[in-house]
Structures are given as structure tokens and as C-alpha cells.
């Protein structure tokens, strides 16, 4: 299982008679950006809570990192690892979810560094050192010391998105980390999350950002009930859709407005776009 930096074999999760994976399978390469697309409802984030644990899997196996994730095999039987166990497990799986979930008594630079001193014992000064590593990767060098009520909800998802980084994950997840930020704040976010896919981070996105999708994306995969219709580049997959229900997820989201047409190349680029779009309101 090496070869992959996530392997999902067979997963299945129900909630009593709700059936919200059926049995489920997904490969993803070391630094390969997979896009998730499909209805609400689809079980798209439910397969991200299974691969970071936060929900207990019915069936199947996940391996993160070559690691059998939530279990230890026994002679072909599966035996539930401790919490703590898990929780260690865990500290390798960056989220960042809808909603931005900040401490909001504590600063920027104090949200970053909270994780890799109080789960993984770093020492103040190091992850003090790597939160202004950060700060300045996201673009908010300038706001160490503001608080979450003081920064626009693209500037806060880019703290949790530093914040994720903070504890050096392998894989980092996302759940649709645009639909609460008004429209002209998500390009900053989706340029930042670019930045990452060119930096070689493995990524696993949830949206509805078609063309971050399209542009970003090195495999989509199309679920809808709880399976994976579809899967594969963005050109088959997008352009060429096989399956009806593609199709006509497709056709439905492209007759949507869409937050942003292109996806800014830097975060620069999607400030600047930003304070001339606040200019033209001015007008």
C-alpha cells in the first residue's frame, strides 16, 4: 500500500438505515490534488470524516501513508486502536471546513501555534518560528497579532488553512472551504489552496468551484448516493462526462453563477483583483 499516500478500500458508512458510503474505493498519489464533486448529499463529506477519523467506518479499510488508519490487522481481523492511538494517527491529516472554527480569544499567530505545542509538544519559540513561516505563505504577515472578529472570512480561512499546516500533514482535506465567504473573497482563498497543488501538497477538495476544479485539479471524482460515478482528469471527467448523472450535475452547476471564472495564478493576483472590485463598488 506504499504506493499511494491514501488508499481507500471497499469503505462503507451508514447511519442507521442511511446508507452514506456504499462500499467505496479511491486511490490518491503523493502530491496529487483530487477534487470531490457531486450533490449534497453524495457522501462527499463523509468520506472525508472516514479518512480523518472523525466518523468510524461500517466496512472496508483506509490507509494513509502506507499506515492502516483506525485499526490494526490482526491475522485478517481488524481490532480498533485506542483514541489515543487514533488521535496520534490523526495529527497527520490537515482539515480546513466550511466554517473557519478559530479560537477567537486568541490572535492569528496564537491559532496557528496552539496544535503543535499542545498535541505535539513543540517548544514555543520553534512553532512560534513556523506560525510566521506561515502567516507569510497565506499572505497575512502583517496580522500576527489580530484577532479572528478583526479579518475578513477569506483572511480567517487562510489562517485555518496556516493553521493545518502547522502540524506538517501528509494529506490535507478540505470541505468546501469557499461556501461561507462572500463571492469576492473566495478567489484569495482557492489562489492560496493553488499554491499549495504547486508546491507538491497532496490535497483532497470538496467544492463546487467548477473551475477550480477544472484548472487545479489532477482527478476529479464524481459521487452522487454514496458511490463514485465517475472518476478521472479533468478533461474526461468535466468536458467529456460518461455517466447521466455527470451529466446532468454538470449541466445544472454551469447554469449556476460560479464565485470566480478563473482561478487567480497567486494570491497577489487575487488581492489585487479583490481591492479593484472594492474600488469599482466605491464608484
Known amino acids: 500500500m506504499t504506493t499511494f499516500k491514501l ?23 503523493e502530491g496529487e490534488f483530487v477534487t470531490l464533486l457531486g450533490p449534497s448529499g453524495s457522501g462527499k463529506t463523509t468520506l472525508l470524516r472516514c479518512i480523518n477519523q472523525l466518523e468510524t467506518i461500517d466496512g472496508g479499510r ?13 491475522a485478517g481481523t ?19 471546513f466550511q466554517r473557519f472554527n478559530l479560537f477567537p480569544h486568541k490572535t492569528t499567530l496564537e491559532n496557528i501555534m496552539e496544535a503543535p505545542v499542545q498535541v ?13 513561516a506561515l502567516l507569510e505563505r497565506v499572505g497575512l504577515e502583517d496580522k500576527p497579532a489580530a484577532y479572528p472578529a478583526q479579518l475578513s472570512g477569506g483572511q480567517q480561512q487562510r489562517v485555518a488553512i496556516a ?7 501528509k494529506l490535507m482535506l478540505f470541505d468546501e472551504p469557499t461556501s461561507a465567504l462572500d463571492p469576492e473573497l473566495v478567489g484569495e482563498v482557492l489562489a492560496v489552496m493553488r499554491e499549495l497543488a504547486r508546491d507538491g ?26 458511490v463514485v460515478v465517475e472518476h478521472g482528469d479533468p478533461a474526461s471527467v ?29 494570491l497577489q493576483d487575487a488581492i489585487a483583483a479583490e481591492k479593484h472590485h472594492d474600488l469599482k463598488e466605491d464608484e
Open 7 to 29: 488508499s481507500i478500500d471497499g469503505v462503507r458508512k451508514a447511519y442507521g438505515p442511511v446508507v452514506a458510503l456504499q462500499p467505496t474505493s479511491l486511490d490518491v498519489r
Open 62 to 74: 483506509i490507509w494513509v501513508d502506507g499506515d492502516l488508519m483506525g485499526y490494526e490487522d490482526r
Open 78 to 96: 481488524l481490532h480498533r486502536l485506542t483514541d489515543k492511538r487514533i488521535a496520534a494517527q490523526r495529527r497527520d491529516i490537515g482539515m480546513c
Open 120 to 132: 505535539k509538544g513543540e517548544s514555543r519559540a520553534k512553532a512560534r518560528e513556523r506560525a510566521i
Open 163 to 169: 493553521r493545518a499546516l502547522a502540524m506538517q500533514p
Open 201 to 226: 501538497m497532496t490535497m483532497i477538495v470538496v467544492t463546487h468551484e467548477m473551475s477550480f476544479a477544472r484548472e487545479v485539479a489532477d482527478h476529479v471524482v464524481f459521487m452522487d448516493d454514496g
Open 238 to 266: 468535466i468536458n467529456n462526462p460518461q455517466h447521466a448523472r455527470t451529466r446532468s450535475f454538470l449541466r445544472r452547476m454551469q447554469s449556476e453563477p460560479q464565485a470566480v471564472e478563473h482561478i487567480p495564478e497567486s
